[in-house]
Structures are given as structure tokens and as C-alpha cells.
């Protein structure tokens, strides 16, 4: 059975930073993209950023792009998630995703992990 389990969340004030981390459990992740989703009150999921095994293929949202480094450790099957500058429309619960193949920014990922807080004061 596959666990992704988030970490890093919190309260942060804007303009400050925080790291997410993503450890995967239960599979070989081998050619497994890996990646974050968000979801803020009343908004609908959205992508925010994916990075393929090799680490040579990466997507990043618009919103957020310049803000954002994803990496991975594929020895510990992690992907992290350094995010700068956060501003308070960055408050909302950041998924990690994992899908066999390439990096995509629609839905179409096979596993999802529970979530963590974010939440950005102004």
C-alpha cells in the first residue's frame, strides 16, 4: 500500500519560508514523477509544481513560479518543496502527488498524500 506522507507546514509571515517534504513508502517509485497540488478555502485544487525521476523534467505554476524550488532524494523516495516569499493567497493545504511516467500539471496523478496547513499571515 502506498503512503505519502507530508511535512513542513505551518504558520508562516508573509514574505517568510518554508519547506515541505514528501516521503513515499509502499512501492518502487522508479520512473515515478513526483509533485505538489493546493488547495485553498473555496478554491479548487490546483497544481503547483512536479519533477520527473531524473529530475531534468520540472513544472512549476505560474503563480508561483520564481518563488519555488522542487527537489527530490531518490534514495529516500522524498521530494521537497522550498517555497519563498509566500504571501498570504499562499495559505491553503499543499498535497504531494506521485504518478508513474512523466510530470504533468492536470489531476491525473495515481496516488495522493493527506495534506499539510499552510497558512501565510499578513
Known amino acids: 500500500q502506498v503512503h505519502l506522507v507530508e511535512s513542513g507546514g505551518g504558520l508562516v509571515q508573509a514574505g517568510g519560508s518554508l519547506r515541505l517534504s514528501c516521503a513515499a513508502s509502499g512501492r518502487s517509485f522508479v520512473s515515478h514523477a513526483m509533485g505538489w497540488f493546493r488547495q485553498a478555502p473555496g478554491k479548487e485544487r490546483e497544481f503547483v509544481a512536479a519533477?520527473?525521476?531524473?529530475?531534468?523534467?520540472?513544472l512549476y505554476s505560474d503563480s508561483m513560479k520564481g518563488r519555488l524550488t522542487i527537489s527530490r532524494d531518490n534514495a529516500k523516495n522524498t521530494v521537497y518543496l522550498q517555497m519563498n516569499s509566500l504571501k498570504p493567497e499562499d495559505t491553503a493545504v499543499y498535497y504531494c502527488?506521485?504518478?508513474?511516467?512523466?510530470?504533468?500539471?492536470?489531476?491525473?496523478?495515481?496516488?495522493w498524500g493527506q495534506g499539510t496547513q499552510v497558512t501565510v499571515s499578513s
Open positions: 502527488v506521485t504518478r508513474r511516467g512523466r510530470v504533468v500539471t492536470n489531476m491525473d496523478y495515481d496516488y
Open positions: 519533477i520527473s525521476w531524473s529530475g531534468c523534467e520540472i
